[in-house]
């Protein structure tokens, strides 16, 4: 199975949408700037209804669903056309729900332990949470040493800015950054999609600085 993510531009738009309305200016933001990948979490009851219009109203955007803690879900996440999965943990029935409806899922790791749990089940692209606050870019360069040669990448997400991104794209280990520095509540709260464009140029911008 493909992961389902875009990440020649590795960088994941970590959305916490409170307002419905805010779905498409948002996703309209980050198109401007060049980005055709959003993430939306369920972490609020407008977020389903978010995917849905910004579905129909981009379909050539990619549009994953973020902090999948129920399998019920999963069903009604690939009829609504969305393209990935991330999860802050891995919770096995998420995994096996999201195999059997064939949607690619990054579930959340931390530890050693957790990247082998989901290598045995064939995942190679795992988020890193909190990234942060579980040790940095220090411990995704740690966890490299045994786990880069076996293809395993990840996405740290969790309390990165603009200025802890360049450590990690500075990673051939990551796939793509996480985060909603570019993209956080109070922007959205505040209707600042014009600034929202802005850092979502500028995240982009840095990304571009280390590809390959
Ligand atoms: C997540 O769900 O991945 C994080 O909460 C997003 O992290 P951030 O808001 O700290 O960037």
């Not at 082998?116 to 220090?138: C, H, M, V, Y």
Request: proline content about 6%; hydrophobic content about 45%.
């Amino acid at each position: 199975m493909t992961h389902g993510f875009q990440l020649n531009q590795r960088l994941v738009p970590v959305v916490v949408l409170e307002r419905a309305e805010d779905a498409i200016p948002l996703a309209e933001a980050l198109i401007s700037a060049g980005l055709q990948q959003i993430e939306i979490t369920l972490r609020s009851p407008v977020a389903l209804d978010g995917i849905r219009q910004v579905r129909e109203r981009f379909p050539e955007m990619l549009v994953g669903a973020g902090t999948i803690l129920d399998p019920a879900v999963i069903r009604q996440l690939v009829d609504l056309g969305v393209s990935f999965g991330v999860s802050p943990g891995m919770d096995e029935r998420v995994l096996d729900a999201a195999e059997a409806a064939g949607l690619p899922m990054a579930p959340g790791v931390m530890t050693p332990s957790e990247i082998d749990r989901a290598r045995s089940r064939g995942l190679k692209l795992l988020k890193f949470f909190p990234a942060e606050t579980a040790g940095g870019s220090a411990m995704v360069k740690a966890l490299a040493g045994p786990y880069g040669h076996t293809g395993v990448r990840f996405i740290p997400t969790g309390g990165i800015d603009a200025a802890k991104a360049r450590e990690y794209f500075a990673m051939p280990e990551v796939a793509a950054v996480g985060g909603s520095w570019f993209v956080n509540k109070k922007l959205i709260a505040d209707g600042a999609f014009g600034e929202i464009e802005r850092l979502t140029c500028e995240a982009l911008e840095v990304a571009a600085e280390y590809a390959k």
